[in-house]
């Protein structure tokens, strides 16, 4: 299903895709850290090329196994991307993972893949709903590949940023301006601002594109779904945490996940969405730990990791509990709480979406956890 919000729901052509995202791309609020270098760990690792095959500043794609490729974007380059994908390949058949912020980023992640093959795409799945993995979707649709998701991303897609679409920006932004008025203290009150920057970005985003709709929903009552691509086998399976539409796309006999936002590395947990679940989010962490110790994992954001980026992960979630809870005992509330972690010293070059949308509401996600017990 290819569909605009807008009253047109004809085609674009590849140009006026592309003029579209050029209309956001002087976005800046973002906080746009340079990408870190490919860890040392995986100069060893004869699975994973020292070299991109291809670098465009904003994203670039380097292998990763037999077949097996991610595309890893550098926001402080450019925002085409945004998020990490990738795409695999096997003798029959090719799967394109994530659609990205852009058609522009989208149609740079298809061109890559078909200098290598030129075989038949199965299709393209996102991992999960969010702007900054579906808002080029509509590449896609106009090159006629299907596209596969979570079976609630289409609703949730509409839900979240259908609405926004041709509304007035004043308007949007009128609710979460009136926080920064009222915040209680300067630490609330530079929170709060982060907060408007960051959700005036992502209503731009959205109303620089068309919306484009999975035509493959996946029933998580069924998976995991085994993916046969020719000598190269994937399980695309689901898992609690981030979004409540969450799925990864793993290849075991390889050791290589492809874990969308599941997984951020060097990076704090963005927790805002209604239906993020902390406990749940943990509970991953431990079964992506529990996987072979020498498994690559592509992260949502960050450059490719390893074990010790899972454990980074969950070690961050285990501060921010940590802290939570002796705010909790001590009878802090929970909107006070929420701008009163303190982030310690060995987690200073972590990087943070947007305090409200990660720490604050990761805390206040905690709060909840906790009363309901």
């Known amino acids: 299903m290819f569909t605009s919000c807008s009253s ?41 090329a020292q070299a991109p095959i291809v670098d465009k500043g904003f994203a670039s794609v380097r292998k990763i196994g037999d077949g097996l490729y991610a595309t890893i974007s550098d926001t402080s380059k450019g925002l085409q991307t945004m998020c990490n994908g990738g795409f695999l390949f096997g003798k029959d058949a090719a799967l394109l993972i994530e659609g990205f912020v852009s058609p522009a980023g989208a149609s740079f992640h298809h061109e890559t893949l078909r200098t290598l093959s030129q075989g038949p795409i199965m299709g393209a799945l996102d991992t999960h709903y969010h702007f900054d993995h579906v808002t080029g979707n509509a590449f896609y649709g106009a090159n006629g590949i299907s596209l596969w998701a979570h079976a609630a991303v289409s609703k949730r897609i509409f839900d979240s940023y259908g609405a926004m679409q041709g509304m007035d920006k004043a308007a949007f932004l ?38 484009g709709f999975p035509n493959r929903p996946l029933d ?43 997984l951020f590395n060097h990076m704090y947990p963005v927790t805002f969405d209604e239906q993020a679940t902390v406990s749940g989010w943990r509970s991953t962490l431990k079964t992506f730990l529990s996987w072979d110790k020498d498994t690559i994992f592509v992260p949502g ?41 303190v982030v310690p010293d060995k987690f200073k070059d972590v990087a943070i979406f947007a305090w409200h949308l990660s720490i604050g509401a990761t805390i206040l996600k905690l709060y909840k956890e906790w009363g309901a017990k």
């Open 174 to 211: 009128r609710p979460l301006e009136g926080r920064v008025k009222n915040a209680r203290s300067e630490v609330a009150r530079k929170h709060a601002a982060e907060l408007v920057a960051t959700m005036g970005n992502i209503f731009g985003a959205v109303n620089s594109t068309v919306l």
């Open 8 to 48: 047109s729901t004809g085609l674009f052509s590849r140009r006026d895709f592309l003029g579209r995202a050029s209309q956001w791309s002087a976005l800046t609020a973002y906080q746009l850290l340079p990408l870190p270098a490919l860890a040392e760990s995986f100069a060893a690792d004869s699975r994973v």
């Open 301 to 341: 954001h960050g450059q490719i990791a390893g074990r010790d980026g899972v454990q980074l992960f969950a070690d961050l979630f285990d501060d921010i509990a940590a802290q939570a809870e002796k705010m909790y005992q001590s009878g802090v509330p929970a909107e006070d709480a929420a701008d009163q972690y």
């Open 220 to 262: 998580p009552a069924k998976l995991p779904v085994k993916l046969d691509l020719g000598g190269l086998t994937a399980l695309v399976e689901t898992y609690p945490g981030h979004s409540g539409t969450d799925l990864i796309v793993r290849v075991p006999e390889q050791n290589v996940v492809y874990a969308g936002d599941l």
